[in-house]
């Protein structure tokens, strides 16, 4: 739920990224951290377990310049990808304005995309929301490694409805595809509220 | 989705003077009204070492873990929550069904004086919150407009040389 705030005339958008554990979530999160002007962004906010897997979420809040005089700012969510954290997940999915589905390239990982992408469509019908009514952008990561599905079969699989999508290799130095992904994500949420669907 | 949740200017300066009075009543240090999504309505007094919008977040989800567990155990709510520290406290409360407030404070004053006079404020941010609730039950809202005036050009060029 985007949220305008006419005193401190704010324009806050929340974004999730979602899917299975070890997808690079966490890492889409941090590369954006680590590649952002200090003055554009706040501090990250990790609530992991001792083995570095997110306990609950991650949080990044950015500044993007004004829209009409209005300051834009996005507040990026990651939920925890192992399956036990369920009751977790669909908290953070309260007052989603976007949504992103990493999914993890990796042939013995399709499985856990799957499962991951089920989850996010349970968890979206618990706050009446659907995947294809939404600003939803898909993330083939993991581009970088070997023994990967190809996009194509991924693409069939994840993004059958033809959402924007993209390759990127978060844990990469480059970074490939975790800004673009961002980029269309707001883009799509900042249109979806210019023209409501419904 | 298009759902929207719009503050306006009187309107925080409302609930900015009720959080206000309970800064001095509750000899408080500071205090935040949030919503339950952890955004930042109304943040006073000693706040210039505190990340507010790190603190909203967490508010937030911790504020919708304790909820949580509240249903688990078939309770309605979990309404209040408290944390103790060496020097800070902090109580956690819910105003209405779509606020949260929160309020710091030290060895000046006192678990009980907090939760008396947040549940004098409470009583007072529910009154604004029904009005501000029949506000919104009104045609067009102002909220609207700001988004119909964005072109595809102002989209295109938020994504700057900070990025």
């Known amino acids: ?198 | 989705m298009n759902a929207q949740s719009v503050i306006y200017e009187d309107e925080q300066k409302q609930l900015a003077e009720i959080c206000q009075r309970l800064l001095r009543e509750a000899l408080a240090k500071a205090i935040f009204l949030l919503d339950r999504n952890g955004q930042v309505i109304v943040s006073i007094g000693e706040i210039s070492e505190i990340d507010v919008t790190s603190l909203a977040s967490l508010v937030a989800g911790t504020t919708a873990a304790t909820s949580s567990l509240a249903k688990l155990l078939g309770e309605p709510e979990f309404p209040v929550h408290f944390h103790e520290g060496k020097r800070d406290h902090l109580h956690i409360s819910l105003a209405g069904e779509e606020f949260i407030l929160t309020v710091i404070f030290d060895q000046r004053s006192s678990l009980g004086l907090v939760r008396l006079r947040v549940k004098k404020t409470t009583e007072r941010l529910q009154e604004a919150f029904v009005a501000m609730e029949e506000r919104r039950r009104l045609p067009a809202p102002q909220g609207a407009g700001l988004f119909d005036e964005i072109t595809d050009d102002d989209i295109d060029n938020l994504f700057g040389d900070g990025f």
């Open chain 1, 1 to 198: 739920m985007s949220f305008i705030n006419y005193s401190s005339r704010e324009i806050i958008l929340k974004i999730v990224y979602y899917g299975p554990g070890l997808c690079g979530k966490t890492t889409n999160i941090k590369f954006i951290y680590g590649s952002t002007n200090p003055d554009a962004r706040g501090k990250l906010i990790s609530l992991e377990t001792k083995a570095e897997r997110t306990l609950f979420f991650d949080f990044l809040p950015l500044s993007l310049p004004p829209i009409r005089g209005f300051k834009t700012r996005l507040h990026l969510y990651t939920v925890p990808g192992q399956l036990f954290y369920s009751a977790s997940r669909r908290l953070i999915m309260k007052g989603a304005d976007g949504v992103v589905f990493v999914a993890d390239s990796q042939r013995e990982r399709f499985e856990a995309n799957q499962i991951s992408m089920d989850d996010l469509k349970e968890n979206l019908a618990a706050y009446g929301y659907e995947i294809s009514k939404l600003p939803f952008v898909v993330q083939y990561n993991k581009r970088d490694l070997p023994n990967i599905n190809s996009v194509e079969e991924l693409r069939a699989e994840f993004n059958p409805g033809g959402a924007p999508d993209f390759e990127a290799a978060a844990g990469h130095p480059d970074g490939a595809g975790v800004f673009d992904t961002l980029k269309s994500v707001v883009k799509m949420i900042l249109q979806d509220l210019k023209n409501p669907q419904s």
